[in-house]
Protein backbone atom coordinates (compact mmCIF):
# COMPACT_ATOMS: atom_id res chain seq x y z
CA UNK A 1 0.00 0.00 0.00
CA UNK A 2 1.33 3.29 -0.74
CA UNK A 3 1.74 5.61 2.70
CA UNK A 4 3.32 8.79 1.54
CA UNK A 5 0.94 11.05 1.45
CA UNK A 6 0.13 11.89 -1.75
CA UNK A 7 -2.11 9.25 -3.44
CA UNK A 8 -4.67 6.68 -2.13
CA UNK A 9 -3.42 3.51 -1.32
CA UNK A 10 -4.34 1.72 -4.60
CA UNK A 11 -6.02 -1.79 -3.17
CA UNK A 12 -8.89 0.41 -0.71
CA UNK A 13 -12.32 -0.75 -2.76
CA UNK A 14 -14.98 1.95 -2.26
CA UNK A 15 -16.53 0.48 0.65
CA UNK A 16 -13.55 0.31 2.67
CA UNK A 17 -12.56 4.44 1.57
CA UNK A 18 -16.13 5.30 2.69
CA UNK A 19 -16.61 3.30 5.74
CA UNK A 20 -12.97 4.65 6.83
CA UNK A 21 -14.28 8.99 5.76
CA UNK A 22 -17.28 7.92 8.19
CA UNK A 23 -14.61 6.87 11.28
CA UNK A 24 -12.53 10.20 10.41
CA UNK A 25 -15.71 12.45 10.31
CA UNK A 26 -17.01 10.66 13.18
CA UNK A 27 -13.42 12.19 15.00
CA UNK A 28 -13.98 15.48 13.42
CA UNK A 29 -16.99 15.59 14.75
CA UNK A 30 -16.03 15.08 17.92
CA UNK A 31 -13.19 17.69 17.88
CA UNK A 32 -15.93 20.50 16.80
CA UNK A 33 -18.16 18.91 20.01
CA UNK A 34 -14.76 19.53 22.15
CA UNK A 35 -14.20 23.37 20.93
CA UNK A 36 -17.65 23.73 22.12
CA UNK A 37 -16.88 22.25 25.77
CA UNK A 38 -13.94 24.50 25.87
CA UNK A 39 -15.90 27.92 24.83
CA UNK A 40 -18.70 26.50 27.47
CA UNK A 41 -15.62 26.47 29.47
CA UNK A 42 -14.41 29.97 29.02
CA UNK A 43 -18.20 30.85 28.87
CA UNK A 44 -19.06 29.94 32.26
CA UNK A 45 -15.98 31.26 33.45
CA UNK A 46 -16.60 34.79 32.29
CA UNK A 47 -19.90 34.25 33.67
CA UNK A 48 -18.76 33.52 37.14
CA UNK A 49 -16.06 36.39 37.15
CA UNK A 50 -19.10 38.95 36.40
CA UNK A 51 -20.62 37.15 39.28
CA UNK A 52 -18.09 37.79 41.59
CA UNK A 53 -17.61 41.51 40.55
CA UNK A 54 -21.01 41.79 41.38
CA UNK A 55 -20.67 40.37 45.01
CA UNK A 56 -18.91 43.53 46.26
CA UNK A 57 -21.35 46.35 44.32
CA UNK A 58 -24.10 44.18 45.61
CA UNK A 59 -22.57 44.56 49.14
CA UNK A 60 -22.17 48.29 48.89
CA UNK A 61 -25.80 48.76 47.97
CA UNK A 62 -26.80 47.10 50.98
CA UNK A 63 -27.93 43.89 49.83
CA UNK A 64 -25.78 41.73 51.67
CA UNK A 65 -28.39 38.93 51.50
CA UNK A 66 -27.75 38.79 47.54
CA UNK A 67 -24.20 39.00 47.97
CA UNK A 68 -24.07 36.20 50.70
CA UNK A 69 -25.71 34.33 47.85
CA UNK A 70 -23.57 34.67 44.87
CA UNK A 71 -20.62 34.28 47.53
CA UNK A 72 -21.94 31.31 49.20
CA UNK A 73 -24.76 29.97 46.70
CA UNK A 74 -23.37 30.53 43.13
CA UNK A 75 -19.32 30.65 43.32
CA UNK A 76 -18.74 28.07 44.69
CA UNK A 77 -21.46 26.09 42.83
CA UNK A 78 -20.69 23.24 40.00
CA UNK A 79 -22.13 23.66 36.93
CA UNK A 80 -23.26 19.65 36.60
CA UNK A 81 -24.38 17.78 40.20
CA UNK A 82 -23.67 21.00 42.37
CA UNK A 83 -19.47 20.01 42.59
CA UNK A 84 -19.03 19.67 38.71
CA UNK A 85 -17.25 22.72 37.21
CA UNK A 86 -17.11 23.36 33.78
CA UNK A 87 -12.87 22.45 33.78
CA UNK A 88 -13.71 19.14 35.31
CA UNK A 89 -16.98 18.23 32.33
CA UNK A 90 -13.61 19.14 29.53
CA UNK A 91 -11.59 17.25 31.64
CA UNK A 92 -13.54 14.00 31.70
CA UNK A 93 -14.35 14.39 27.97
CA UNK A 94 -10.76 15.01 26.95
CA UNK A 95 -10.00 11.84 28.47
CA UNK A 96 -12.62 9.67 27.97
CA UNK A 97 -14.71 9.48 25.29
CA UNK A 98 -12.59 11.67 22.79
CA UNK A 99 -9.43 9.88 23.47
CA UNK A 100 -10.62 6.40 23.38
CA UNK A 101 -12.33 7.81 19.74
CA UNK A 102 -9.28 9.17 18.34
CA UNK A 103 -7.31 5.79 19.21
CA UNK A 104 -9.80 3.63 17.58
CA UNK A 105 -10.04 5.99 14.58
CA UNK A 106 -6.20 5.78 14.39
CA UNK A 107 -6.57 1.50 14.73
CA UNK A 108 -8.87 1.95 11.81
CA UNK A 109 -6.73 4.02 9.73
CA UNK A 110 -4.25 1.40 10.24
CA UNK A 111 -6.13 -1.24 10.00
CA UNK A 112 -7.71 -0.23 6.80
CA UNK A 113 -5.01 2.09 5.27
CA UNK A 114 -1.44 1.76 6.33
CA UNK A 115 -2.52 4.90 9.20
CA UNK A 116 -2.84 6.70 5.90
CA UNK A 117 -5.63 9.79 6.79
CA UNK A 118 -8.02 11.16 4.49
CA UNK A 119 -8.24 8.45 1.78
CA UNK A 120 -11.52 9.24 0.44
CA UNK A 121 -10.44 12.99 0.35
CA UNK A 122 -7.09 11.28 -1.51
CA UNK A 123 -8.80 9.65 -4.33
CA UNK A 124 -11.86 12.38 -5.07
CA UNK A 125 -8.05 14.72 -5.33
CA UNK A 126 -6.50 12.16 -7.34
CA UNK A 127 -10.05 11.58 -10.01
CA UNK A 128 -10.32 15.79 -9.91
CA UNK A 129 -6.69 16.10 -11.31
CA UNK A 130 -6.90 13.39 -13.60
CA UNK A 131 -9.80 14.39 -15.17
CA UNK A 132 -8.02 17.63 -15.29
CA UNK A 133 -4.92 16.38 -17.15
CA UNK A 134 -7.48 14.47 -19.37
CA UNK A 135 -9.28 18.02 -20.57
CA UNK A 136 -5.79 19.66 -21.00
CA UNK A 137 -4.64 16.98 -23.23
CA UNK A 138 -7.82 17.03 -25.30
Given amino acids: MVSDGSTTPADLTEDERAALHQVELGLEWL ?3 HGHLV ?3 HNTGHAMDHLA ?3 PLLRECGYDELADAVRDRYLPHGVIDDDR ?5 LESFQEGFLDEIEAFEQE ?3 AVADGQRHAAERAQERTWKD ?8
Avoid: C, I, K, N
Wanted: glycine share 4%; net charge negative; proline share 0%.
Fill in 31 to 33: HRA
Fill in 39 to 41: EFH
Fill in 53 to 55: EAE
Fill in 85 to 89: WSYDV
Fill in 108 to 110: ARE
Fill in 131 to 138: RAGRERRE
